[in-house]
């Protein structure tokens, strides 16, 4: 199988996958060996030395057509009601490789739907018993939850008798390895079909490990998330938190109006009044070098970061900027296949220290400068749900002017004189660098609310009020910040959103190379 995938020729499979133990039991991937007496199976047949394999004769396509009957004996056909439908591969190779009538004229098996866990329904009549769900839990979950219960005809995927579900962290990429429409995500049942899906490739932000996925969505909603196959981040999975993140967005009341402080009260405002509020704010210390600080949280993108120094350093007289660390807040879980859930819930801390050359130390110091009233106004980014320490916020209210973006009215938008509603990492294009100082590169999957804006345009605004619109001119998009960015910096010389491409760059190599070079 390998073998002539690397070949470029294309054997249909269903139990046979990259990431699991070959199982041998589904029998579509049948070709044809010279010299030997039947055909064989083409995942469990190793190459050799002048073997010659034929995958499309008549033999291997009568074959096919016998195998896929058999594997339709108890299907239901209920594609027009599967979620499944569109991107199913029964449904695919039944198309492509089978014949349009059954000889089977008996009745149906119709075992019924059972729930594996709350999130995970198993139509078992649509399943074919590849055993991919049951080996994905054994060998890379590294937690053999599911089996295969009874006898012959009468086999059935279940939860191994004793436990009491499916409830592992990692669960949810059963619904994706499975090949036909049998394992399903309760959350997606019966919501769209398939072929409207909208899908952005991007990059997780619920921990450091940023997985790759794909946000799905239709009409400006987020359907669902899965995993994009990046050998080296997270190979084909994720885990159920990055998976389902995209409920707890949807909850969330969002800013969706920028708002100034009138007396003690944040009013709702007009764009073109918040930006001039802001302008005139930091305008007051601008005579004052680094008097005006930049407080970045580590959900927001390197660009989002940049956008706010370049404002700071060509239009406030400061270089003041930093990120705010923090702890990880729980243990790394890795599990057996080495897939690892880190237990830094902030996606772009490696980002802010990497790039901006920001480290805790230097928190600590903007920290106390602000604390001790030399640093008198800040433009902080938190467009995310993170944490703020109690200290930060307590050293934040002693400034004397506070603009904040985010996306929800958080303990640090409720203590600001200006609030700019702001996107969240799907709504946005941008660049995240892992755990591991791997650049990647976040897709837009959805607008953000009509009243809210990146990082990058709420700063060019504010810069044109400082008459400095020229040096932010070319401006149109997050790709182009991340050009200007890519100018000063060495580690990303010569990159762009576009060469970085959907599996990104490591680039703690380039600077191990660069480093041995001086
Ligand atoms: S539920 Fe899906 S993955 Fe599991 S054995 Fe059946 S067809 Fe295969
Ligand atoms: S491991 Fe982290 S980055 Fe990966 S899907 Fe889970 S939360 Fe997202
Ligand atoms: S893919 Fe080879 S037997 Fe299933």
Known sequence: MQAA?????????????PALST????????????????????????VSEGMVVYT?????????????EFLLLNHPLDCPVCDKAGECLLQDYSFEYGTAHSRFKEPKRIPPFKDLSPGIKLATTRCILCTRCVRFMSEIAGDPQLTVINRGARNEIAVVPGNTGL????????????PVGALLDKNFIHRTRVWHLSKAPSVCGECSAGCNISIDSYRNTVFRIIPRTNKDVNDHWICDTGRHSYKKYKKLERIMTPKIKEGSVLSDTSWDEAIEAAAEGFKEFQ???????????????NEDAFAVMEFLRTAANSNAITGIFQK??????????GFVIKGDTLPNQEGLKFIFGT????????????????????????????????????????????????????????????????LMYYEKNGTFVNYNRRLQLLQQAVNGPKGAKNTWEIVKLMAATFERQSHFAGWCSAGDVFLKMAKQ???????????????????????????VST
């Open 23 to 46: 199982a041998g039991s589904c029998r579509l991937c049948l070709v044809e060996v010279e010299g030997a007496p039947k055909e064989a199976i083409a995942c469990a047949t190793p």
């Open 167 to 178: 409830d592992h962290p990692l669960a949810g990429n059963v619904v994706d390895i499975c």
């Open 489 to 515: 910096y060495p580690e990303l010389e010569g990159l762009s959103h576009f060469k970085l491409s959907i599996l990104g760059k490591p680039l703690y190599e380039k600077r191990e190379v660069e480093e």
């Open 5 to 17: 995938e690397k070949l470029g020729i294309f054997i249909p499979h269903y139990c046979y996958h």
């Open 328 to 337: 990880p807040t729980g243990e790394d879980r890795v599990f057996k296949s």
């Open 359 to 422: 480290a805790e130390r230097d928190a600590e110091s903007i920290l106390s400068r602000i604390d001790s009233g030399e640093i008198k106004a800040a433009y902080c980014v938190h467009n995310d749900l993170s944490n703020i320490p109690e200290r930060t916020l307590d050293i934040l209210k002693k400034l004397k002017f506070f603009v904040v973006e985010d996306i929800v009215m958080s303990p640090a938008a409720q203590i600001a004189d200006v609030v700019f509603p702001g």
């Open 287 to 301: 005579k004052m070098k680094d008097a005006v600080a930049g407080v970045i949280f580590p959900g927001a993108t």
């Open 56 to 68: 499309e004769s008549e033999k291997v396509k009568r074959a096919r057509e016998i195998i896929l």
